[in-house]
């Protein structure tokens, strides 16, 4: 709509734009929005929650690793990976020990989060009746039918 009121060149003021979005709401020039529900909101906002601290706890992993790389040290998978880092900090200079702590602290924090939002998500999920119809096809899990759900947000179309 923006970019039609500026075609128009005309002297910038409240009457006018007034008059302008009258003018396209006529000739159909505008797209219909859709306002999503309270529901759907608190939905994103955990799902977009989880999703951060999943970006964030493998950043720090990432990250980890690279510092041990660089004495040759591999870390591996992710299974038990705080346990194989704090075995490692023994075979590193004390100078960088406190960093590679730091680090560890911050990662375990976000395990610690992310736990309680996986669970939420469980228990919404399970409590939820579309999320409970789409779970019954196989590989849909709470996390994914949360998601679908919330991104549709109505659940009439389900």
Do not use: W
């Not at 979005?21 to 000739?27: D, E, P, R, S, Y």
Request: proline share 2%.
């Amino acid at each position: 709509m923006a970019a039609v009121l500026k075609a128009q060149k005309i002297n910038k003021n409240d009457q006018n734009d007034g008059r302008g979005i009258a003018q396209m709401l006529g000739v159909g020039l505008y797209k219909e929005v859709h306002i999503k529900s309270d529901e759907a909101c608190e939905e994103k906002v955990l799902l977009g929650s989880r999703r951060s601290l999943v970006k964030s706890r493998q950043q720090i992993m990432l990250c980890l690793r690279g510092l041990h790389k660089i004495y040759g040290i591999k870390i591996g998978t992710q299974s038990q990976f705080c346990k194989k880092v704090r075995e490692s900090i023994s075979l590193l200079p004390e100078s960088i020990s406190p960093s590679i702590e730091a680090l560890l602290k911050a990662l375990e924090g976000i395990e610690i989060s992310l736990n309680i939002l996986n669970k939420k998500v469980i228990d919404l999920g399970r409590e939820d009746k579309v999320c409970q119809l789409l779970m019954t096809v196989p590989g849909v899990g709470a996390l994914r039918a949360m998601t679908y759900k919330s991104v549709l947000d109505n659940s009439k179309t389900l």
